[in-house]
């Protein structure tokens, strides 16, 4: 009888799996995401790799030494501990990560604009205290700029009414407003001393929420060409809440990883950051597989660094609020030996 | 790659300011401390290579550097070594100009 496994589902909860239930699950990921991404299947040696990563039960796994990759944040610290900064002098010194993140609990460019002041002290006090390159970020956030929340008509409400014009007039009314408070809130931030801005979870809102961060990037390379621009994805695919609307003359509506990461090098992001949601109800390898499958066509062209985020329900690990150790690191260790990315 | 631990931070540095993908950043960090791209994950070799450039240790129970290079101060050293604007830094100079 084969002997069984134990390893996670994208939930998190730990079960027991054959090494041939492993195969055939990394086997189905692939197959599901080139289907759907109309990309490539992973390549016989891949999926050996991924089963050999997968199909153990160790508790913890790593990359060979020599080949580490920098680690970005989206986010850094709990907030409960201590101060902020604190938590990034923490991150510094005690985890040892390479690029630590000063960011507020309403993780929103919209809400920071409101305390951007005080925001940008901490960001002071941090450049002071640590000497990691600290960011500052927060997500695009579209939806806020629509009722209740903002002053723009509400395109959610708009849509199943069928009024498609003024949904789509109202998503370009609040990517404009956007664009303006991410490049308010940069400013500020710069100006306290901050290296890098972090636009996260992009595209959250459709395609109109990539747009603004787009637009934004471009116009804060242009004013800044030596900052740190790191634009990370809310999902493999841009929805198409507006669905005609474009970036140098390309549809966002409906991009893949590897066209967002087009977009995202002509804006002059420093960093891309490709999110692959996680299907809860499936094991860790058949979404490593499936994400892999989405990723490599982005990673094999890229020319500016690729940060997969790999966390909390994207990137192979599971969607739970303390992510095993054995789940993140066999995660880590096959976006690395696989597609070669630059960090995570 | 453990930030200031090693040479993580450096090589961030160069993903952020000049775009460069990883075995890149790597090659330049490791050519302007002379030491191997390997060295720059390694604490143990990082220690004694930061430490000989002014790039900042960090402050333990066990290893504190008052005399020696620390945060803002290695800013500048870093700024000067990997031949790259840090902001910071910049500021700094900015804001002090009359002394």
Redesign the interface.
Known sequence: MEPKIPTRMGDGSLVEMTRSEIKADLEEGTQIAAKKAKVDVLTQDELDHLLDIYASAARFTAVD??E?????NDGTGTKHIGNRVQDLQS???L?????PELWQADYSYKAVKTNVAHEGQSMKIA???????V?YGAMPDLGRYSKPDGPIPNWSELLPMGKIDEARDAQVEACGMLVEDINFVADAM??A????IDMDTTGAAGDADFLAALTACRQLREKYP???I?IGMASEFVLGMHGQLEYDGERLAGMWPKKQLEMVTAAGA??YGPAVNINTGKSTAWNIARAITFIKPAAEV?????HVNVGMGVGGVPTCLFPPADATSRASKAFVEIL????Y | MGGMRAAGDLVARMQMTRRMRLKEAKEYVAGKLGCTTRDLSDPVAMEIIRQDHGLGLLTMTSSTHPALPGMMEAKFNISKLLDIPINSVERFKERTTGY
């Open positions: 030494i020599g580490e990759v920098v680690l970005s991150y510094e010194t985890l040892g990560i390479d690029i450049q002071a205290l640590l000497t990691n390159p960011q710069i100006e001393g901050a290296d890098g030596w900052l740190g790191e420093s960093i890229a020319t500016i660094p690729v070669k990315i630059d960090g």
